[in-house]
């Protein structure tokens, strides 16, 4: 499932970058997060709940940063292993300087294999559409707080 | 002592007697009690529970299994994997030629896995609960491949499945009959259709698969207690893979909650089970849960048919069509390349077609194996023949109904031998679609337009002409591979009269509620002179019994045929017996005695001139002193039934590949709201023709039954794969089967043409043909006739595929191109 679009945020583009590059602001963004570890400048885990259907799937979610070209671009792959899922998730944001804010192009192909998979197609878009939307709004504020200070 | 008598002759038509009545079914009692006994409900000490670890990917390399885990749970006794499997097992024989022949099938995935939900390792544990969540603890790492769900696309080989067999061709071959080429040069208008596709569904039985599964050290043999419906040809997969004679393999059923072929193919989950009985010294169950069977048990054939180019003269007279099948097996030939040959059975459907080809090509791709299902391969045929009949008669402005008249195959020319060497043992289609058509009111159909057109409902008319083709030749097998050394057919059963007068029947078949118990009663009742209620049908199998044999099992349409067969071979050998016998007590001649009422007795004779079956039974099991030495009657007799088919000519691809053909002939009526393309069926008849009815009740029943699995593929039931492989209707909430309240009333009539060929007139019919599938896209197709006249392309049409069909019926039309000279 590919899911695309463009964020326009407050903050300067460095700003946005520190926010978007920092392990530990990255772990507030994401929902359900239950803990997180980094492992070194390239790689992260996490242990996620995802909320789909009833109840949460419980997953730990493997990160590698593929690519970087700062304060503009980054690709990271994220793959995920729970109860009867497999999660692929391939994501890369570009930034772009608009006037004194940031103009941020995102776009991510996730993938959910295995049974959930299969049950999960009635309900993964809306729920992936209101995770993106959580994250959006989560990043805004953040982005709002980092270039206040 | 038993002795075993082999026969090939076939016998007369019973007159009279229970055989045509509806007796009360034995079954029913112990089964709407609660009381039957399926496999689920065997119990014994110490039993660890089996759960399988499936891949979750469609296609992907097996990096590596770590078991560690989930054996450090308390209370898991042991795991398996695909590395113990390869190392314990050798793979399963494989029925093809290259390449498919060269494909190596494990019971777990080794090294790699080929269809999402394949099982890839197995936990046992104390409880079915525990097993499962000691299978979540296995950590499987994979290494994702691209996957193939679209069999055209993985003939081109890009991406090859089975890389020990170099490509993802199965089984290829062209078969032609006739010429084809001359009937289209001198036809008056050639149809074509560039493509039509049946779809994947299968008919999911009520009960899943399993076995309880116990393993004696001494002797070293397993004993299943399964719901395996051929048990016989499961033995022939699973000794050779498992390193052992089939003498070391007993396989017990009693009740089985519905197979419908989908219980075939078990003999992968059946190893693992047998393995880990071994290991595990402990006898060892299986249940396999509803989303499981969905994913990775058995679906029906997926087929292609492209190009087709049919011959029609100007009255309406088809001679001849040519087709490309693309037939998509899954991920494994498990019971395949089979179905490349079986649709032959009934290769022109109910019609007079002398000149046929078929470039017939089965494909693997990274979806669940299929296996038999109700109808299998002469159903997605045979809806390839009705679409062409209603696409030619819609496109060259011909009567549905007179256009099958003319062309169907007459009464009088049965027995008729159809161009590949079948002879279709007796029927009249042409009577049976009359009294269809009366059923449903044919007559006032354009009243029901108008009435329909009045409410803005579109109304269609259709019709479903089908065969059931049964008792099959194992022959045609060498069709497709001429080394493979399978033919003709066979079935045992015993019948004796035990020491207290019982009469006493085992059979070799796997009754899955076919009524077997009640018919087989009907038979021998008839024949040694008692009433059913006399006579004990030992419920179930049991490849212990002795009275099997190499394709004993329930499938192909086959038990009124080949279990009755040998029940009835069986039951006469004692009737002859106890005649012998009470002569020689009551010092009469054999022609004077006779057995009725449960009596041997002198006709005519006086009262006291009688011996209950009981006497008989005493004398030889328990009071024999007096019998003189050469006369040792044993009143317990096996019986082999084996029908004649001689040898196929495997030159020109003919022979006789079934025995007998059951039809059935379905009309329907269905309305269709042109707003969200949603299809009611308003009015349904079945006329069944499968020579004498034993037990009409049990007739109505497979009919029922056939009708609703075919009504439910027709409209609902379909196996969806996203592009990754992913099954997207892996349960009964996105799988939806007919309930009662989407079943139509059914009107059902019955033409009774005996079969000249099979021992009691009768023939097989529990598959039904898909008679269903033809009508509703009969149907369908003829409702929106008035809306563009778009061609129903495919087997299974849900409410957005009609909805599609209206908003652009150019699209489908493009399909069909129509050559007039």
């Known amino acids: 499932m590919r899911v695309e679009g463009v964020k326009e945020l407050s903050g300067g583009r460095e700003v946005v970058w520190e926010v978007l590059n920092d392990p530990a602001s990255m772990a507030k963004l994401m929902p359900g997060v239950e803990s997180f570890e980094v492992t070194d400048d390239t790689h992260w885990s996490a242990n996620v709940k995802v909320p789909l259907g009833l109840g949460g799937l419980k997953m730990k979610m493997n990160f590698e940063k593929t690519e970087e070209r700062e304060p503009e671009f980054a690709r990271l792959v994220a793959k995920g292993t729970g109860v009867g899922a497999i999660m692929n ?33 009635r309900v993964l878009q809306p729920i992936i559409n209101q995770q993106v939307e959580n994250v959006l709004t989560a990043l805004e504020k953040q982005v709002s707080e980092a270039a206040a200070q | 002592m038993s002795t075993t008598t082999i026969t090939t002759e076939s016998g007369t038509v019973l007159e009279k007697g229970a055989i045509g009545q509806s007796i009360p079914r034995k079954e029913d009692r112990r089964l709407v009690q609660g009381q039957g006994v399926f496999f689920d409900d065997i119990r014994r000490h110490g039993t660890g529970y089996v759960h399988f670890v499936r891949s979750p990917y469609a296609h992907a390399k097996i990096v590596s299994i770590d078991v560690s885990a989930a054996l450090a749970l308390d209370g898991v006794y042991g795991t398996i994997t695909g590395d113990e499997v390869a190392i314990h097992t050798d793979p399963f024989f494989e029925m093809s030629t290259p390449p498919g022949a060269n494909i190596k099938d494990y019971a777990l995935a080794v090294g790699k896995v080929r269809f999402q939900g394949e099982p890839v390792a197995a936990v046992c544990a104390t409880t079915r609960e525990l097993a499962r969540d000691a299978a979540e603890l296995v950590e499987v790492e994979y290494e994702p491949l691209p996957a193939l769900v679209d069999a055209e696309e993985a003939a081109k080989d890009e991406v090859v499945l089975h890389e020990e067999a170099g490509s993802n061709i199965v089984w290829s071959g062209v078969f032609d009959w006739g010429d084809v080429d001359q009937a289209l040069a001198e036809a008056d208008h050639v149809v074509k259709i560039k493509r039509l596709h049946f779809h994947r569904f299968s008919s999911t039985p009520l009960e899943c698969s399993g076995a309880l599964v116990e393993y004696q050290k001494g002797t070293g043999q397993w004993t299943l207690y399964c719901n395996h419906q051929m048990p016989g040809v499961g033995a022939i997969w699973m000794a050779p893979a498992l390193r052992c004679g089939i003498d070391k393999l007993r396989f017990v059923t009693q009740d089985i909650g519905g197979a419908f072929g989908n219980k075939i193919c078990l003999h992968p989950y059946y190893v693992v089970l047998c393995l880990l009985a071994r290991k595990l010294g402990r006898p060892v169950q299986w ?18 048919f492209l190009d087709v180019e049919v011959a029609v003269k100007a009255d309406g007279e088809m001679t001849g069509f040519k087709v490309k099948a693309v037939d998509d097996c899954g991920a494994f030939p498990r019971y395949e390349p089979l179905g490349c040959i079986i649709w032959a059975q009934v290769t022109p459907g109910c019609y007079g077609w002398r000149n046929i080809r078929v470039d017939f090509t089965q494909a693997c791709t990274n979806k669940a194996p299929v296996s038999p299902n109700r109808g299998y391969s002469r ?37 008729y031998e159809t161009p590949n060497g079948c002879v279709y043992d007796s029927g009249d289609y042409a009577r049976s679609l009359d009294i269809a058509l009366e059923l449903i009111g044919y007559d006032r159909l354009d009243e029901r337009r108008k009435d329909a057109a009045a409410r803005g409902k579109l109304l269609g008319f259709g019709i479903g002409s089908t065969l059931d083709s049964g008792t099959n030749n194992f022959g045609q097998s060498q069709l497709l591979n001429p080394e493979l050394q399978f033919s003709g057919n066979n079935e045992a059963a015993m019948v004796k009269l035990d020491i207290f007068g019982e009469v006493v029947v085992t059979l070799g078949t796997v009754p899955q509620g076919q009524g077997h118990e009640t018919t087989a009663s009907q038979v021998v009742s008839d024949i040694i002179g008692c009433s059913p209620e006399q006579v004990h049908v030992r419920p179930g199998h049991d490849s212990f019994f002795n009275s099997s044999a190499g394709f004993s099992g329930t499938y192909a349409s086959q038990f009124a045929v080949t279990g009755l067969g040998a029940v009835k071979g069986a039951a006469e050998l004692l009737r002859d017996e106890m005649i012998k016998l009470a ?105 069944d023709d499968c020579g004498v009815r034993v037990h009409p009740q049990i007739v109505e ?81 003829d409702a929106l006739r008035s809306e563009g006249a778009p061609i129903v392309y495919d087997s299974c049409n849900p409410s957005h595929r009609v909805w599609s069909m209206l908003q652009d019926a150019e699209q489908t039309r493009a399909l069909v191109e129509v050559t007039s000279k």
């Open chain 1, 89 to 121: 998730m391939d994501t890369a944001f570009t930034l772009t300087e608009a006037g004194s804010g940031t103009s941020m192009k995102w776009e991510a192909d996730v993938k959910i294999a295995g049974p959930v998979g299969s049950m999960g197609q």
């Open chain 2, 287 to 304: 249940t396999e849960w509803r989303t499981d069977q969905h994913t990775a048990n058995a679906h029906g054939n997926e087929r292609t």
């Open chain 2, 379 to 415: 159903m997605q045929h045979l809806w390839l023949t009705e679409r062409v009949v209603d696409i030619v008669a819609a496109e060259l402005g011909l009567d549905p109904v007179e256009v099958r008249k003319r062309n169907y195959v007459k009464a009088e020319q049965m027995p």
């Open chain 2, 583 to 687: 002569a020689f007590v009551l010092q009469a001649p054999e022609e004077a005695i006779e057995l009725a009422d449960g009596f041997a007795r002198i006709k005519d004779g006086p009262e006291e001139a009688a011996l209950p079956f009981m006497a008989l039974g005493a004398i030889v099991n328990a009071n024999n002193a007096f019998l003189p030495p050469d006369f040792n009657p044993t009143l317990n007799h096996r019986y082999v039934y084996r029908p004649y088919f001689g040898v196929v000519d495997v030159e020109k691809k003919m022979g006789k590949l079934t025995l007998t053909y059951a039809s059935q002939i379905h009309a329907c009526l269905v309305e269709i709201d042109p707003e969200t393309g949603q299809t009611e069926i308003v009015d349904y008849a079945a006329v």
């Open chain 2, 701 to 781: 029943g497979q009919v029922h039954g056939a009708t609703a699995h075919a009504i439910g593929a027709a409209l609902h039931e379909d196996f969806v794969y996203d592009e990754d492989g992913t099954l997207l209707t892996p349960n009964f909430y996105d799988y939806h089967v007919p309930h009662t309240m989407d079943m139509p009333p059914l009107k059902t009539g019955y033409v009774e043409s005996p079969s000249p060929v099979s021992p009691l007139g009768a023939k097989g019919m529990g598959e039904g043909g898909g008679g269903g599938i033809h009508a509703i896209c009969s149907a369908i197709q």
